[in-house]
């Protein structure tokens, strides 16, 4: 299980955790390869079956990251993501995957640097937590 690395997959917003995102790389710090980012407008667009699906479809995390409350630039985005998440991590487990797989942050624009420790800490945190339950139960 040593040699076990996760697959996240992270939605991210364009106005600012994209940017964060991009900041990191340009600055040339280092964040986990296995997470891929999946650029939306706004959190707000995020829909609950885009994290259901992921999940069902091998994602061993998933995490949801935009701008922080009060700084959405659709208004009031962030806030909708965050109900959505919350009543996603209650309805997660009968699916069978732990609410812990699913994280909902809020990056800045000019935070590079939480964003790689961010996206680090995750996937150390999934790593923890074994491969989730959909690659355990795929037919090959």
Known sequence: MTDFEPTIIAFVCNW???TAADLAGTSRLSY?????????MCTGM?????????FLEGADGVLVSGCHPGDCHYINGNFKARRRIKLLKEILPQFGFEPERLRLTWIGASDGIRFAE????????????????????MVI
């Open 16 to 18: 600012c955790t994209y």
């Open 32 to 40: 986990p390869q296995n997470v891929r980012l999946i650029r939306v």
């Open 46 to 54: 995020v829909d609950p079956q885009y994290v259901i699906k992921a």
């Open 118 to 137: 961010i996206m680090r800490e995750l996937s150390a945190q999934i790593r923890s937590l074994g491969p989730g339950g959909a690659k355990l139960n």
